[in-house]
């Protein structure tokens, strides 16, 4: 199957990519609540076991360093995972003065993400409806699946129902061969890119690149402003009071060049839609242009402003009944 058939398998039924790409860091100690509330922007008090969170870690400036999911398995014991192995470095840094530990576990554990409107289905072959029916939505739980232990999230980057499968990196085969046997279409990258660009999701070196606040990436609720002093937060209820410079916007791309004097658009991701059968974009525009508006893009070509997700507006399919 070529992308465009893996994008289309995944919409209309479900899809199975490789996220093992991605870092795990394990967090533990007496001290791990206290570290993760120093190092990241969510609020995790109440937090039960078993709960996700998605979050941001933020430089000192506010500006964002990367977006990270961030899994409870006990009160001294997480798990956080972002899209680059080398963000271990600096998140090992800023847990110095913490009594906790922060280590790499990427090499022992594969990322399986099965995606789309019946992954559901398909994994309560495995785990069983019931397990399936009570997993709800930016939840995890263990569990066994075709004789793998393994970690199941319910949540996504593709728009629609769809779960992530954390299980040891030697296991990972066999669990993969299971699920292709069900029918599952078997997906790449550039499947898994053009799904998120259609749903609005952001990605580390292309619309996160170090430089960019929560406000102009329109993640500012994901920035918890209770009593804690996590990295970042002055800075970050300074920028509130300032309009942001650019904003995240969703790019229609014509097959033609823009007028000079229409305002500029700045593309950061873009893929041809198999949904909408047009050129879409993410990318960066003055925050006062309205939904709709025409802009000249960094190379010359001309679009029109859209509001984000250009699929499921309400983004109500991820959230789904699963059966």
């Not at 860091?25 to 709960?51: C, K, M, N, Y």
């Not at 040891?168 to 085969?173: C, I, M, Q, T």
């Not at 509130?240 to 791309?253: N, T």
């Amino acid at each position: 199957m070529n992308a465009i058939q893996q994008h289309l398998a995944t919409r209309r039924a479900a899809g199975l990519f490789d996220f093992s790409f991605m870092s795990l860091i394990e967090v533990d100690g007496i001290a791990a609540r206290a570290f993760l509330d120093h190092a990241q922007t969510r609020s995790l008090a109440g937090l039960e076991s078993g709960r996700i969170v998605y979050t941001l870690l933020l430089h000192d400036d506010a500006r964002v360093f990367i977006d990270a999911t961030l899994w409870k398995h006990a009160e001294d014991r997480w798990w956080l995972f972002t899209g680059r192995r080398t963000d271990i470095d600096t998140i090992q840094g800023c847990a110095l003065r913490f009594d906790v530990r922060v280590r790499e576990r990427s090499d022992e554990f594969a990322v399986l993400a099965l995606q789309g409107s019946t992954s559901g289905r398909t994994l309560a072959k495995l785990a069983g409806e019931g397990v399936v029916r009570e997993l709800r939505y930016f939840r995890f739980i263990e569990v066994c699946l075709d004789g793998v232990r393994s970690f199941v999230g319910r949540l996504g980057y593709s728009g629609e129902l769809g779960y992530e499968i954390v299980v040891p990196a030697a296991e990972a085969p066999s669990l993969r061969s299971a699920l292709l046997q069900l029918g599952v279409a078997e997906c790449g990258f550039d499947a898994a890119n053009s799904l998120r660009i259609e749903s609005g999701y952001v990605l580390f070196d292309r619309e996160i690149t170090g430089r960019e606040n929560p406000f102009e990436l329109r993640l500012e609720r994901l920035v918890e402003l209770d009593d804690r002093d996590f990295v970042g937060r002055q800075a970050f209820v300074g920028l509130r009071r300032f309009e942001p410079a650019q904003r995240l916007v969703g790019l229609k791309i014509a097959d033609r060049a823009a007028s000079s004097l229409l305002p500029p658009a700045r593309v950061t991701s873009e893929c041809d839609s198999p949904i909408f059968r047009r050129r879409i974009a993410l990318g960066f525009a003055a925050p006062s242009l309205s939904d709709g508006s025409l802009v000249r893009l960094d190379d010359g070509r001309l679009a029109r402003t859209a509001r984000l997700p250009f699929y499921d507006a309400s983004r109500r399919l991820a959230r789904a009944a699963p059966l």
